[in-house]
């Protein structure tokens, strides 16, 4: 594709990577190209530094041209981003980013894998970070030029979008050097969107979710494109007024006022449901019963998916199509669910949790034992979900990944599995069905990388992991996985949570379900054995257990990045190797700053500590000290030594985050400082 015709199918993208924002005059066009570094000293004056409304100005045509200049290698004039509006309003827009972005691809795979293409990402990535911390600095800053020149809020709030959303561009736009490029730290830009409250606010009063909204904030450009586009409301314009950026209300249902919707408010036809004794036969023998439509005898027949090639339905109760095999559903809805499954199956059998899975307790331990076998064995699971189902299949591609991304079957439990095992995962749209493939960016789309495919598409192209690695021999779905998939999903049945992910694990949901709840989580890690170290990392509550006080009580709500499976679980506790400061026993308490001394990196940590105080004499880390870096850290107190001799027995305490500074610029904080020498190095555990 030509450059010509690149830029001609983007135009028609009715979207933008940022929307147009004020220019407050910054002169880029008539210096030289100079790097980033030297942008500023070329064009500081007198007149300038006077003049803070200068100094901004200044500052945002450093982070806008001379961030693109230095990154891209060529020159970008001012005409190619500023537009003049009515009167002398002059305006920055992303009408032609795009096509410098691919422009800027385009280069750097034709520089192919050289050392001059490899010197360019290096140089690529130093420029992005100080870009980062420069942009951080005004935003948190009381002497940040933006804030000086006293912008009316919402400029100010749309600059920093502006910046970010270049900032979030570029640093997408790596993925273009070569896979030789040696790989390095994360840039995130979401920093802004995080504490920018314009955006969320616009959407909060359209109707979006809080808790949503605070999803889309993890990155800059699916903010700015929702931020345009309008929530869908199953329950109207109220459905999200008791939800919280923590959790949607709305997907949780009251099982005591729950109903099934007709598909129509004017029909008032009757339940129906398959027989119960053929289920629970099925079940109690340890097969999965599947459902049929009889047209002759107009009932539901029960078969065997053994016997019968079956369509898996995987859905949110919220939506009213929840119910047991005993109640059934409405047959409106059964005569929807069998003429949509037709189209894959020509009998229309279908399995559903509706209809398949009976009240009665011992059989829904069943049912629940055999449901990763379920979807698994299905030949097409089929997402039904009332948000993606107001979306047509010829809309744009973003708009279809906003509304899967969106919908509340992406933030429930149960769903996820249902998605990562099936063979062949479809979504049901309102005119039409699209699989997970067709939905995903193609490899075309990533020719030019497309920051809001990438942006949208990457929870969705989670749920085709599972399927890759299946096809691997060295690599595997691992706990880091399920903990990164669970981020954004809840459940109303907190018991429910080991037992919905256990399938992707190869644990046996069978003997899960057994156990009390409380020890489902422990038993599950102990089936699963090798884990992360950083697990210990996890915000919230812990396990009470005896070598499990390190455990994460659940596994849902955590931003955790993908890790070596390096710690080994057993009864008696973890056992893993970490980065460590290590002390003499100390009392930390909410009266005073613990400052520890590190000689031998000039540097030092402060522990504080608001709440119950605790002993410990080691602060374990999640990565080695780098200075002025911010580090996790857990502090534990040892109390001995294993049976084998080489690990230190550690008992857990509190988990904090941590920055190393320099040993010659102590700074006062506000409480009491005792300050106690520390060593540094490797520590060998077993975490009780």
């Not at 007149?47 to 200044?58: F, G, Q, V």
């Not at 951080?136 to 919402?154: C, M």
């Not at 490029?181 to 979401?190: A, K, L, Q, T």
């Not at 299905?378 to 991304?405: F, H, T, W, Y």
């Amino acid at each position: 594709m030509t450059s010509a015709e690149r830029s001609g199918s983007q135009s028609t993208r009715d979207r933008n990577l940022f929307k147009d924002t004020i220019w407050l005059g910054g002169v880029h066009d008539g210096y030289p190209q100079v790097s980033f570094t030297e942008y500023c000293e070329l064009r500081i004056t007198d007149e300038i530094k006077s003049n803070p409304r200068k100094c901004a100005a200044l500052t945002q045509s450093h982070l806008t041209f001379g961030l693109l200049e230095s990154l891209m290698r060529i020159r970008v004039p001012e005409s190619v981003l500023l537009r003049k509006q009515d009167g002398d309003r002059v305006v920055i827009t992303s009408d032609n980013l795009r096509q410098l972005l691919w422009n800027w691809q385009y280069r750097i795979r034709e520089a192919g894998n050289t050392d001059y293409s490899q010197q360019w990402a290096a140089d690529v990535h130093t420029t992005l970070t100080m870009a980062k911390r420069l942009l951080s600095l005004e935003f948190n800053s009381e002497s940040g030029y933006f804030l000086l020149a006293r912008l009316p809020q919402d400029n100010f709030y749309m600059i920093l979008l502006q910046l970010a959303s270049i900032g979030e561009a570029l640093t997408e736009g790596q993925i273009a050097f070569p896979a030789s490029v040696p790989p390095r730290p994360g840039i995130s830009w979401s920093f802004v969107v995080m504490a920018v409250d314009l955006y969320r606010k616009q959407m909060k009063e359209a109707g979006w979710c809080p808790y949503l909204i605070r999803i889309m904030s993890e990155r800059v450009c699916t903010l700015t494109y929702a931020s345009t586009q309008r929530p869908f409301l199953r329950g109207g314009l109220n459905m999200h007024s008791h939800c919280t950026r923590e959790k949607c209300a709305a997907n949780n249902i009251n099982s005591e006022y729950y109903t099934n919707p007709h598909t129509t408010s004017a029909c008032v036809c009757a339940y129906n449901h398959p027989p119960f004794f053929d289920v629970a036969g099925l079940l109690s023998h340890g097969h999965i019963p599947v459902v049929q439509w009889n047209e002759a005898h107009h009932n539901l027949l029960v078969g065997t998916s053994s016997d019968t090639p079956y369509v898996a339905i995987s859905h949110v109760w919220a939506d009213g199509l929840g119910s047991t095999t005993e109640k059934g559903l409405p047959m409106c809805q059964i005569n929807a669910l069998v003429l949509v499954t037709q189209r894959f199956i020509s009998n229309g059998a279908f399995w559903i949790d509706s209809l398949c899975v009976p009240e009665v307790r011992d059989l829904r331990k069943r049912a629940i034992g055999l449901m990763s076998k379920t979807y698994r064995d299905a030949q097409v699971v089929l997402v039904l979900d009332s948000g993606i189902r107001s979306c047509s299949v010829s809309a744009p591609r973003e708009e279809k990944l906003l509304r899967v991304l969106a919908s509340g079957w992406m933030q429930r439990l149960w769903t996820l599995q249902e998605a990562l095992l099936a063979k062949k995962l479809v979504f049901l749209f309102c005119d039409g069905t699209v699989t997970i493939d067709d939905l995903l960016p193609t490899r075309s789309d990533f020719d030019f990388i497309d920051t809001l495919l990438i942006s949208l598409a990457a929870e969705v192209f989670r749920l085709t992991k599972y399927r890759q690695y299946s096809f691997m021999t060295d690599d595997e779905f691992t706990i880091a996985d399920v903990i990164k998939c669970l981020g954004h999903r809840t459940t109303s049945k907190a018991e429910d949570e080991t037992l919905a992910v256990s399938g992707l694990l190869n644990v046996n949901a069978a003997e899960l379900v057994i156990l009390p709840p409380q020890q489902r989580i422990r038993s599950l890690l102990l089936a699963v054995g090798k884990i992360s170290s950083k697990i210990i990392f996890l915000t919230g509550e812990k396990l009470s257990d005896f070598g499990f006080s390190w455990a994460p009580s659940t596994l849902m709500g955590h931003p955790f990045s993908q890790f070596e499976a390096d710690a080994n679980v057993t009864p008696t506790g973890l056992h893993a190797d970490y980065a460590a400061i290590y002390f003499k026993k100390t009392v930390v308490d909410a009266q005073q700053t613990i400052r520890l001394l590190i000689p031998e990196k000039e540097a030092y940590v402060e522990v504080n500590h608001d709440s119950d105080p605790f002993e410990c004499d080691v602060v374990l880390l999640s990565s080695p000290l780098k200075s002025w870096e911010f580090v996790g850290g857990v502090a534990v107190l040892v109390t001995g030594v294993d049976a084998s001799g080489n690990r230190l027995v550690c008992k857990y305490q509190k988990r904090f985050t941590l920055l190393s500074k320099g040993l010659g610029k102590e700074e006062q904080p506000e409480k009491e400082i005792s300050r106690i020498q520390a060593k540094s190095g490797i520590m060998r555990v077993r975490l009780v």
